[in-house]
């Protein structure tokens, strides 16, 4: 098989490097890709968005499976347009249709999905500029902190979480009327906050099928103790410590079989990638949101724990066979931590020359770097990903800091409390 992976990230390095494991493989390609890509694949000069020029990529390389890495051609149609062009149909683009992708592309749509479903969630209203005033009033109805979330898609920018009422509704008219937001400000869902711990569960799917991947927990602010600004991901770890088999089953029954179940029900013939972004309150979990690809830096440690060939579970999936597959996973643990560029989320220079060592127990992903001549440069906010296993998180964790000490560059910057909350609650995980 001929594959081509849309994207440049930790998550698309972690697939590719994957997927060139499989001996199902003739051909692998990843556009744009990084210089970790390039490794494993061969890297094409693609934009995702640019639906044209990746087809005909596809046609005059005789791809047969695409897999697109991140949200964005999905939720914009690269799977309709596929389908909408006759000499495209034998291509197999593991990803959602639009339609389907809409659980990650409108908050809006995923709450009524869940609403229907009866699946748990946030409670919430959702208001548009003519509703403002009514909006005013649910808010004041509400506990702080308030949770406004622009309804499309904000690049992970849509999300904001106030303490004062006040702040919140001024943030509310920047959101409704002053379009502060792009597009996505169209609408605002406004919901309850809910105070847990976040996890997240991944499924795979060919539309009648679906089986679970390991979950994970990703450490998404900058600083250590989780402070400071958001960021793309600094860390992972999978297994999660707290799931344990009472949380995974309330996983599955009250979030994981019920959305198959409301997606059948809908007729919508989801394929692909389901990532559950949750919360445990008191040990019972709640959907933050849908997300229609795999997680980035997640991707990062439950790909390394898939014993599986994946593009074997993608070839079944593609004759919605997924039920034959048999899918085996190392009980291992895997953590993964983020070497970034100083300065990120901020503003932060580029083109820094790396020193990446062979260590036999690290995979490293690339997210930003490219390469130049023989040399890999950094090229982006997030730079590399160290990725290890241990036979808990802690001797992972020891390797994964042994990798992310390895690599040089100037201006590394990487938080050293990847997984301590973890262990602070379960003394020897
Ligand atoms: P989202 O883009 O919906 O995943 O939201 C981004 C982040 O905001 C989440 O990962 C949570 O940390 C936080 N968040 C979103 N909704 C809520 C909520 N209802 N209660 C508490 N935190 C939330
Ligand atoms: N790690 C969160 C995400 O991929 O959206």
Redesign the pocket.
Same mark, same amino acid.
Do not use: Y
């Given at each position: 098989m001929v594959v081509l992976i849309l994207g440049s990230g930790g998550r698309e390095h972690a697939l590719a490097w994957k997927i060139s494991q499989s001996d199902k493989l003739t051909k692998l390609f990843v556009g744009p890709g990084n210089a970790g890509t390039s490794q494993v694949a061969d890297n094409v000069s693609l934009d995702a968005g640019n639906f044209k020029a990746v087809a005909s990529f596809c046609l005059d390389n005789e791809v047969n499976i695409l897999i697109p890495g991140s949200e964005a051609p999905l939720v914009d149609g690269i799977v309709d347009y596929f389908e909408g062009h006759s000499e495209l149909n034998h291509i197999y683009i593991f990803g959602p249709n639009k339609a389907c992708a809409e659980l990650e592309g409108s908050k809006e749509f995923a709450k009524v999905f869940m609403q229907d479903a009866n699946i748990p969630t946030a409670a919430y209203r959702s208001f548009g500029p003519d509703t403002i005033e009514e909006a005013y009033d649910f808010l004041a109805d509400l506990n702080p902190p308030y949770v406004l979330k622009a309804d499309g898609l904000a690049a !992970?920018k849509g999300v904001v979480i106030l303490d004062e009422i006040e702040e919140a509704k001024a943030t509310l008219r920047d959101m409704l009327l002053d379009e502060k937001f792009g597009n996505a400000g169209a609408r605002v869902v406004i919901e309850e906050f809910l105070d847990g711990i976040e996890f997240?569960v991944f499924a795979i799917t060919d539309g009648e099928n679906y089986a679970l991947l390991p979950e994970a927990k $990703?450490y998404?602010r900058i600083g250590e103790g989780d402070t400071g600004l958001n960021t /793309? !991901?600094m860390g992972?770890v999978s297994p999660v410590p707290f799931v344990d088999a009472t949380l995974m089953e309330k996983v599955r029954s009250r979030i994981v079989q019920p959305t198959f179940d409301q997606l059948r029900k809908r007729d919508m013939k989801y394929v692909g990638f389901v990532?559950f !972004?949750l919360i445990s309150v008191n040990g019972d979990p709640f959907v933050i949101e849908y997300?229609c690809r795999? /997680? $980035?830096?997640?991707t990062e440690v439950v790909i390394p724990r898939l014993k599986s060939d994946l593009l074997e579970l993608v070839a079944l999936s593609r004759n919605n066979r997924l039920n034959e597959a048999s899918i085996r996973f190392d009980q291992r643990s895997c953590t993964t931590v983020f070497a970034v560029s100083g300065g990120y989320p901020g503003s932060y220079p580029k083109g820094k020359m790396m020193n990446i060592p062979q260590l036999d127990d690290v995979m490293y992903f690339h997210a930003g770097t490219k390469s130049e001549g023989n040399d890999v440069l950094t090229s982006g906010g997030r730079v590399i990903a160290a990725s290890a296993f241990g036979e808990n998180m802690s001797d992972a964790l020891r390797s994964s800091y042994s990798g992310v000490e390895a690599v040089q560059f100037e201006g590394k910057y990487f938080r050293r409390d990847i997984g301590q909350d973890l262990m602070a609650n379960n003394g020897n995980s």
């Open positions: !992970g997240s $990703d998404k /793309g !991901g992972a990532f !972004g997300n795999m /997680g $980035d830096p997640e």
